[in-house]
């Protein structure tokens, strides 16, 4: 995947010359697709003829079930069986309702879509395994249902399914048929492309590197998946249409493992998450079956069958042992070791977020829903039990908006467990969280977020397989619009890099700026602490939760959080934090709450929290005395 | 009607017993390595096939029942070894990719050395019995008696012995395991010498009334599957249950209804327990149980 980075403001270039600099890799492969595809009929013999006219039919299927595993990180075993569901239902459409080729085609895509919709919406809330087998019994279903039904022809299936026509011209040879699928595979690659680094796509890739976070910044996980699930399987569909034109006879040999494991291996060998891999898997794949065809009852005489089967086993296993990317991992290193290909020289991409130590950098944006004062979240009567453990019990506070509210604690005091009932990753035993007057506890939380709360982690949960810009770029999630569908249509180019511009901004103003570029995961640990809070701000949030900002931050690193902490409750913005450094919370918050064992001790203005004589025997020892003297001593130090 | 109903239930049974063992295999990988491994029922076909060919080769037949059955088990420990440890990061997505590599070559490695058609081995000896209307072939108690020793022994030996209790050990707290100085190399060789051993020995049982086919694997394993997901993958009595029902309700499928929508019934169950109670059939569904 390529991401244009440069913020280049939008109006110094035409849109022409945009659209080149954002699609210019897309538009040249195209173009190479494209054009041997005009060509190959020429030069071809008719074997290769036919390989090439499969490979380009299987590119279709491949390519979807490409979006499921590399966005929505799951694989569906039964790929042939919504290849089965299109090629079917396009040849009854066909033969026994003499539909039009194209009404035919459509139902064909969209049955299948409708049964990867009905098997989806229960089956992607699974995680793991569950959705690969799930999915090989799904094919097995599909193959017995073929089998068994008269409307399919048993185990005939269906036949004499006349070729297509276009603009008066019969398509009844291999060199018409290339032409006539390539269009479409081409369309169907595009929209593939755009959809991997459309706002859709880059929330699946942060969801899998991190669910948690991806939700927490408003990212409905479920919902897309399905998408992704639904469209992979239309794509499998498409296929199908076309290879029941192609070979005028659909049988359930469409239904089978073994066409489900070809599909799946075209992806491998063309490595997970690259769209461009898939088509080229599917090449290889068709030259490689073609080849054991002829290869093993040389080498074995009178083996008969699905002898292309061995080379498939043993890609399967080489490739995931040796070459876990597939080609589009060979490809990249090769690219990378050649001499004009490697490291582009380096661009002054944020040159305009450029900042001296000395400027006061401009304050991320924040909404306020609410008047300063007024009651942005009430929690009451929050309890949650494990088994016989009561984790946090019974407790209520309310924050009132525009204000920074301190959660302390012991440890194991139950400050997370809290934290996590509020922002949606726990449901409560009982009780409930009040956000903006909707009741948000017990339901996920992208919905939270999606009114406008947003967190960060004490485990830290950083979307590694992109840059820190892409991380702060992730917290825009809810600040923009564009679905799936846009996503594939590629109509949101001019959102991306306003948001991008967005991100910039808000790494300049915790002075992060020269990290930008840098991935995520080589950071060090207080800065990556400074890009989650930035990443939660990036969402313009109403309230703000952070799970102990301070920890693994320099004492430098501490005074620009705080600074900028209290610039943003000027702002109107409310924060509620979990911090173990006391001092830096008293001098921080409005209010102060204390935890002990789950139990709320004390809630109220830091002057008179520090001096409750329950929070000092709760929070510094046993011993009166000598906690007042810890806690002079504390002071002191702050 | 009874006795038909009575008939069913003894041939679901037996074929539940086939179930039982690879879903007993299954989860024994599965909780100590978190791989489903997909090639669990070729293990079954390999041990058909190659114990019906070392027969009709003139091997007396337990003596060729015992060959495929070990060298079976050598397989699953050579799988281990040489392609499941080779992996450094085994996510859901590359062990699903790579036991099925394994189960497309073994199946392709069948398809060549013994062709196309399904073999079966000769029926064990013994002699079919009559109860009241309802035979039951002798066959049918060596499929049965299958798992009542070899899945009850390796329930016995998880619960009982200092190694199964180590594989416990591993599956609930790996790290923990190796402190106290189990080798988490040795647990996964050893789950998958069990996976390969009961696989083989639900194959050979098989293979007389039901035969071998270098197909057939994918199918059979799936059924495990099932077993296992109502067994919530984690408890090996749960799936035991699991499986006999599910080879009584494929028998009722196919008596009553039709005999080619059999297969159909395992899918439909595995879809809807995975809907309704995707930790299957066990109460508690954290806490890994054998």
Same mark, same amino acid.
């Given at each position: 995947?390529?991401?244009?980075?440069?913020?280049?403001?939008?109006?110094?270039?035409?849109?022409?010359?945009?659209?080149?600099?954002?699609?210019?890799?897309?538009?040249?492969?195209?173009?190479?697709?494209?054009?041997?595809?005009?060509?190959?009929?020429?030069?071809?013999?008719?074997?290769?003829?036919?390989?090439?006219?499969?490979?380009?039919?299987?590119?279709?299927?491949?390519?979807?079930?490409?979006?499921?595993?590399?966005?929505?990180?799951?694989?569906?075993?039964?790929?042939?069986?919504?290849?089965?569901?299109?090629?079917?239902?396009?040849?009854?459409?066909?033969?026994?309702?003499?539909?039009?080729?194209?009404?035919?085609?459509?139902?064909?895509?969209?049955?299948?879509?409708?049964?990867?919709?009905?098997?989806?919406?229960?089956?992607?809330?699974?995680?793991?395994?569950?959705?690969?087998?799930?999915?090989?019994?799904?094919?097995?279903?599909?193959?017995?249902?073929?089998?068994?039904?008269?409307?399919?022809?048993?185990?005939?299936?269906?036949?004499?399914?006349?070729?297509?026509?276009?603009?008066?011209?019969?398509?009844?040879?291999?060199?018409?048929?290339?032409?006539?699928?390539?269009?479409?595979?081409?369309?169907?690659?595009?929209?593939?492309?755009?959809?991997?680094?459309?706002?859709?796509?880059?929330?699946?890739?942060?969801?899998?590197?991190?669910?948690?976070?991806?939700?927490?910044?408003?990212?409905?996980?479920?919902?897309?998946?399905?998408?992704?699930?639904?469209?992979?399987?239309?794509?499998?569909?498409?296929?199908?249409?076309?290879?029941?034109?192609?070979?005028?006879?659909?049988?359930?040999?469409?239904?089978?493992?073994?066409?489900?494991?070809?599909?799946?291996?075209?992806?491998?060998?063309?490595?997970?998450?690259?769209?461009?891999?898939?088509?080229?898997?599917?090449?290889?794949?068709?030259?490689?079956?073609?080849?054991?065809?002829?290869?093993?009852?040389?080498?074995?005489?009178?083996?008969?069958?699905?002898?292309?089967?061995?080379?498939?086993?043993?890609?399967?296993?080489?490739?995931?042992?040796?070459?876990?990317?597939?080609?589009?991992?060979?490809?990249?290193?090769?690219?990378?070791?050649?001499?004009?290909?490697?490291?582009?020289?380096?661009?002054?991409?944020?040159?305009?977020?450029?900042?001296?130590?000395?400027?006061?950098?401009?304050?991320?944006?924040?909404?306020?829903?609410?008047?300063?004062?007024?009651?942005?979240?009430?929690?009451?009567?929050?309890?949650?039990?494990?088994?016989?453990?009561?984790?946090?019990?019974?407790?209520?506070?309310?924050?009132?908006?525009?204000?920074?509210?301190?959660?302390?604690?012991?440890?194991?005091?139950?400050?997370?467990?809290?934290?996590?009932?509020?922002?949606?990753?726990?449901?409560?035993?009982?009780?409930?969280?009040?956000?903006?007057?909707?009741?948000?506890?017990?339901?996920?939380?992208?919905?939270?977020?999606?009114?406008?709360?947003?967190?960060?982690?004490?485990?830290?949960?950083?979307?590694?397989?992109?840059?820190?810009?892409?991380?702060?770029?992730?917290?825009?999630?809810?600040?923009?619009?564009?679905?799936?569908?846009?996503?594939?249509?590629?109509?949101?180019?001019?959102?991306?890099?306003?948001?991008?511009?967005?991100?910039?901004?808000?790494?300049?103003?915790?002075?992060?700026?020269?990290?930008?570029?840098?991935?995520?995961?080589?950071?060090?640990?207080?800065?990556?602490?400074?890009?989650?809070?930035?990443?939660?701000?990036?969402?313009?949030?109403?309230?703000?939760?952070?799970?102990?900002?301070?920890?693994?931050?320099?004492?430098?690193?501490?005074?620009?959080?705080?600074?900028?902490?209290?610039?943003?409750?000027?702002?109107?913005?409310?924060?509620?934090?979990?911090?173990?450094?006391?001092?830096?919370?008293?001098?921080?918050?409005?209010?102060?709450?204390?935890?002990?064992?789950?139990?709320?001790?004390?809630?109220?203005?830091?002057?008179?929290?520090?001096?409750?004589?329950?929070?000092?025997?709760?929070?510094?020892?046993?011993?009166?005395?000598?906690?007042?003297?810890?806690?002079?001593?504390?002071?002191?130090?702050? | 009607?009874?006795?038909?109903?009575?008939?069913?239930?003894?041939?679901?049974?037996?074929?539940?017993?086939?179930?039982?063992?690879?879903?007993?295999?299954?989860?024994?990988?599965?909780?100590?390595?978190?791989?489903?491994?997909?090639?669990?029922?070729?293990?079954?076909?390999?041990?058909? $096939?190659?114990?019906?060919?070392?027969? +009709?080769? *003139?091997? #007396? !037949? @337990?003596? /060729?029942?015992?060959?495929? &059955?070990?060298? %079976?088990?050598?397989?699953?420990?050579?799988?281990?070894?040489?392609?499941?440890?080779?992996?450094?990061?085994?996510?859901?997505?590359?062990?699903?990719?790579?036991?099925?590599?394994?189960?497309?070559?073994?199946?392709?490695?069948? $398809?060549?050395?013994?062709?196309?058609? +399904?073999? *079966?081995? #000769? !029926? @064990?000896? /013994?002699?079919?019995?009559? &109860?009241?209307? %309802?035979?039951?072939?002798?066959?049918?108690?060596?499929?049965?008696?299958?798992?009542?020793?070899?899945?009850?022994?390796?329930?016995?030996?998880?619960?009982?012995?200092?190694?199964?209790?180590?594989?416990?050990?591993?599956?609930?707290?790996?790290?923990?395991?190796?402190?106290?100085?189990?080798? #988490?190399?040795?647990?996964?060789?050893?789950?998958?010498?069990?996976?390969?051993?009961?696989?083989?020995?639900?194959?050979?049982?098989?293979?007389?009334?039901?035969?071998?086919?270098?197909?057939?694997?994918?199918?059979?394993?799936?059924?495990?599957?099932?077993?296992?997901?109502?067994?919530?993958?984690?408890?090996?009595?749960?799936?035991?249950?699991?499986?006999?029902?599910?080879?009584?309700?494929?028998?009722?499928?196919?008596?009553?209804?039709?005999?080619?929508?059999?297969?159909?019934?395992?899918?439909?169950?595995?879809?809807?327990?995975?809907?309704?109670?995707?930790?299957?059939?066990?109460?508690?569904?954290?806490?890994?149980?054998?």
């Amino acid at each position: 995947m390529t991401h244009a980075t440069t913020p280049v403001p939008a109006g110094m270039r035409s849109p022409g010359a945009r659209f080149w600099m954002n699609n210019k890799s897309m538009l040249i492969g195209c173009g190479v697709l494209v054009v041997l595809m005009i060509v190959v009929p020429f030069t071809a013999s008719s074997s290769v003829m036919n390989i090439v006219v499969f490979a380009m039919i299987f590119a279709l299927p491949a390519i979807g079930l490409n979006l499921l595993m590399g966005l929505a990180g799951q694989v569906s075993l039964g790929q042939a069986a919504f290849f089965a569901i299109g090629a079917y239902t396009h040849a009854i459409l066909l033969t026994k309702l003499d539909l039009p080729g194209p009404v035919a085609a459509t139902i064909g895509v969209l049955a299948a879509m409708l049964v990867a919709l009905l098997v989806g919406l229960p089956l992607m809330r699974l995680r793991g395994h569950y959705l690969a087998l799930a999915t090989l019994g799904l094919g097995f279903i599909v193959m017995i249902g073929v089998r068994e039904w008269d409307v399919t022809g048993r185990t005939t299936g269906i036949y004499g399914i006349s070729r297509p026509t276009v603009f008066g011209i019969p398509i009844d040879n291999n060199g018409f048929f290339l032409w006539f699928v390539t269009p479409f595979v081409v369309i169907g690659l595009i929209l593939a492309l755009n959809l991997t680094r459309s706002r859709a796509g880059r929330a699946l890739s942060a969801v899998n590197d991190s669910e948690l976070a991806a939700e927490s910044l408003g990212v409905n996980t479920y919902a897309l998946r399905l998408k992704v699930f639904v469209l992979s399987a239309g794509f499998a569909g498409l296929g199908g249409v076309f290879y029941a034109y192609q070979v005028a006879i659909v049988s359930p040999s469409t239904s089978e493992f073994h066409l489900s494991v070809s599909i799946l291996l075209m992806v491998v060998i063309g490595g997970l998450g690259s769209v461009w891999g898939a088509v080229a898997g599917a090449f290889l794949v068709q030259f490689l079956g073609e080849g054991m065809r002829d290869i093993i009852p040389a080498i074995f005489p009178g083996a008969t069958g699905e002898v292309q089967l061995l080379g498939y086993g043993i890609v399967l296993i080489l490739v995931i042992l040796l070459l876990p990317g597939g080609l589009f991992q060979a490809a990249t290193t090769l690219w990378q070791k050649l001499p004009f290909g490697g490291k582009r020289p380096p661009v002054d991409a944020h040159a305009h977020a450029a900042e001296d130590d000395t400027t006061i950098p401009q304050l991320p944006a924040v909404s306020t829903p609410v008047a300063a004062g007024e009651p942005i979240l009430v929690i009451s009567g929050l309890t949650k039990r494990y088994g016989g453990v009561v984790a946090v019990n019974d407790v209520s506070l309310s924050v009132p908006a525009g204000s920074i509210l301190g959660l302390i604690g012991p440890n194991g005091a139950g400050k997370t467990t809290c934290f996590n009932m509020i922002s949606g990753a726990l449901t409560p035993t009982s009780g409930t969280v009040t956000f903006l007057g909707q009741v948000i506890s017990g339901r996920k939380p992208h919905v939270a977020a999606a009114h406008g709360l947003t967190r960060t982690f004490q485990n830290l949960q950083v979307f590694t397989s992109t840059d820190v810009v892409g991380n702060v770029y992730m917290g825009r999630y809810r600040k923009g619009s564009a679905g799936v569908l846009r996503g594939m249509l590629g109509l949101q180019s001019s959102e991306q890099s306003a948001h991008r511009a967005a991100s910039y901004e808000i790494l300049a103003s915790m002075r992060l700026t020269d990290a930008a570029d840098d991935s995520a995961s080589d950071l060090s640990f207080g800065k990556q602490r400074i890009m989650e809070v930035c990443r939660a701000l990036a969402a313009e949030p109403a309230l703000l939760l952070l799970d102990e900002p301070m920890a693994g931050l320099s004492g430098a690193e501490r005074d620009v959080m705080a600074e900028l902490l209290r610039r943003l409750r000027a702002a109107g913005l409310t924060i509620v934090l979990v911090e173990h450094d006391v001092a830096q919370v008293m001098s921080l918050a409005d209010h102060v709450a204390v935890l002990d064992d789950g139990v709320l001790i004390a809630h109220g203005d830091p002057e008179s929290v520090r001096n409750d004589p329950a929070v000092v025997v709760a929070y510094l020892g046993t011993d009166l005395d000598e906690a007042e003297a810890e806690l002079i001593e504390l002071e002191e130090h702050a | 009607m009874l006795t038909d109903f009575l008939q069913l239930t003894v041939a679901g049974l037996s074929q539940g017993s086939v179930y039982a063992l690879l879903a007993v295999g299954l989860i024994a990988v599965y909780t100590v390595r978190h791989v489903i491994n997909i090639a669990q029922g070729e293990f079954a076909m390999l041990a058909g $096939l190659g114990s019906a060919w070392l027969v +009709a080769a *003139g091997m #007396p !037949l @337990f003596l /060729g029942v015992l060959v495929a &059955i070990l060298t %079976v088990t050598l397989v699953a420990i050579a799988m281990e070894r040489l392609i499941i440890a080779r992996v450094k990061k085994l996510t859901p997505l590359t062990s699903i990719i790579l036991t099925l590599g394994v189960s497309t070559l073994l199946q392709a490695i069948m $398809l060549l050395a013994w062709g196309p058609e +399904a073999k *079966g081995v #000769p !029926l @064990f000896p /013994g002699t079919n019995i009559l &109860i009241g209307g %309802v035979s039951i072939r002798s066959q049918e108690f060596w499929m049965i008696g299958a798992l009542v020793v070899v899945g009850g022994g390796i329930v016995l030996f998880y619960e009982k012995s200092r190694w199964g209790k180590a594989l416990r050990a591993c599956a609930e707290q790996p790290v923990a395991a190796r402190i106290v100085g189990i080798s #988490p190399v040795a647990a996964s060789v050893l789950a998958f010498a069990i996976a390969g051993f009961v696989g083989a020995v639900a194959g050979v049982v098989a293979s007389p009334i039901y035969l071998s086919l270098w197909s057939g694997g994918v199918l059979l394993g799936l059924k495990g599957f099932v077993a296992a997901v109502l067994g919530g993958f984690v408890s090996f009595r749960a799936a035991i249950v699991g499986a006999l029902l599910l080879g009584m309700i494929e028998a009722y499928v196919a008596g009553y209804v039709a005999s080619g929508l059999r297969d159909g019934a395992a899918f439909l169950i595995l879809i809807l327990v995975l809907v309704v109670r995707p930790q299957g059939l066990v109460l508690k569904p954290t806490a890994v149980r054998v």
